[in-house]
């Protein structure tokens, strides 16, 4: 027996697999479960245990975390058959890491509640890298006296944690986030592409607009990337398009018009009509490239 | 006699009085000239001598820098009556901190090529703030052998100063830097009002985003200034519309659409037409507040 509290992680993907192994390398024990078996065993090898299903997952743990790809997968998985919701008990704690409509996340908060469960929506951002790195940025909605417990464990994946406020908010973050992030790619592929053609070194104009006014995440982390010719991700295309919907969808509900965000949204819907879907949402500079007629690297 | 070139400025705006003062507060001789005579005033008290002319101006100076708010007032003072060409001399550079059409950019630096005076293009990027404080981002195209000899200049007003390449690429890179610029200053005030209306705290949605991959100067600076009620420039609304004219026109030119920073323009463009000509560029949130009938500090 340890005193630390048992954690279950279920979604191993690009950002769930090093979260859970940040959370098992502090020392807590951690129950994973995974539809790809592979994320599962590298885990496993690592000291964690594998569960068969959600249900088992919550049944051997105190905070259940979920990191999946869309609403009904986080549906399915926490009130599903074999889901959390019949493993669960009084007093455990649900954290969806994942970046899903607010109904669901609602839905969800109503189903566990009356299992007097309580559920965190703890959006992150960060990409790959900051999942490896312990370095995310987490944004939390929900209960105070849950967010406290759950904490220590959110330091050890992210950096920057901030409770925003009631159930909600933190979906309601994760989109303001995306809102900028999806501007500053967009901006970002639109301004190399310009200066291509225009004849100056987007390379050169990269490194000299990102010291000022201009200065962002993107140019930072993403132009060397670019320019070694790496669009891979990173964070999926379709991830971000996926996410732009849900901004679109909750700006609509609330009575929010957002004419950039709307066009950037069209623009990384482009890239699965494009089979740019797999790629980094930074080789959003791709669809300009189209429209220009251009090649960043040639 | 001192050996530091004499400097001419002309054009002592929220941007070009800050930079002069910086350049005679390093030790250069410098010569101004402006339209209203309060801000000549002011560095004359400080040591700098005033001249009742571009033209006066440039003969007395070795280096004649202009920052000037559009396309023909750069010509005028250039190329005009009394202008700097009817009073350099070979040898002399021109240096333009104004940020205008390529196209008369270019005319300019051809007719002053006739008096053998070299031309250089160096937009800069960084607000009032970096204006003040010497630490400004420079773009410059032009000639290698005139930007070294304006280097040492550069670092008096610029903190990150880059020689892009030939004349008309810091024009380039200055587009690049708005179209981000714009970007992050639209996004902001989408993601605000978003929050606001969905309930989550602005403030803190911001705080919270702004340790990870939405990091950006628009966040880190201009947010604080938000919500402290503060809409006063900094960078002007009329001035970031101007120059997002001038992006698309050069955008154009070359033949690369702009889909995001055209939606982005004209929202710039409305806030010449609801009196928020004289904001700052950050207070573009104010037509997304009109849009979304809504007040971020309501």
């Not at 919550?58 to 549906?75: G, K, M, R, Y």
């Not at 899903?100 to 790959?128: M, N, Q, T, W, Y």
């Not at 940025?137 to 406290?148: N, W």
């Not at 220590?152 to 303001?176: L, R, Y």
Request: aromatic share 4%.
């Amino acid at each position: 027996m340890t005193d630390k509290p048992t954690i279950g992680y279920i979604g191993l993907g690009l950002m769930g697999k090093p979260m859970a192994l940040n959370i098992l390398k502090s020392g807590y024990p951690v129950v994973v479960h995974n539809r790809s078996k592979e994320a599962v065993q590298d885990l496993v090898e690592q000291g964690a245990n594998a569960a068969n299903s959600p249900k088992e997952v919550a049944e051997q743990s105190d905070v259940i975390f979920t990191n999946l790809p869309d609403s009904p997968d986080v549906e399915m998985v926490a009130l599903g058959e074999n889901g959390i919701i019949e493993g669960a008990s009084a007093g455990n704690i649900f954290v969806d890491n994942s970046t899903i409509k607010p109904a669901s996340a609602r839905l969800i908060a109503e189903k566990l509640f009356e299992k007097d469960v309580s559920c965190l929506d703890a959006r992150v951002s960060g990409g790959d890298i900051g999942a490896i790195n312990g370095t995310l940025t987490i944004m939390v909605g929900g209960p105070e006296e849950a967010f406290q417990r759950v904490l220590p464990i959110f330091k050890v994946i992210g950096k920057s944690i901030t409770h925003i406020g009631e159930a909600g908010t933190g979906q309601i973050t994760k989109c303001a986030n995306q809102i900028m992030v999806a501007a500053q790619m967009v901006a970002m592929g639109e301004l190399l592409i310009l200066a291509k053609k225009a004849g100056a070194d987007p390379q050169k104009v990269a490194e000299a607009i990102k010291g000022g006014a201009a200065q962002c995440w993107s140019l930072d982390v993403k132009t060397p990337r670019l320019f070694d010719g790496n669009r891979q991700p990173g964070f999926k295309a379709y991830m971000q398009a996926k996410d732009l919907g849900i901004v679109m969808d909750t700006a609509k509900q609330y009575g929010v018009p957002l004419p950039s965000t709307a066009s950037n949204t069209q623009l990384f819907n482009s890239m699965l009509e494009l089979g740019m879907e797999n790629l980094d949402n930074s080789a959003v500079v791709g669809v300009i490239e189209m429209l220009a007629n251009a090649n960043l690297l040639d």
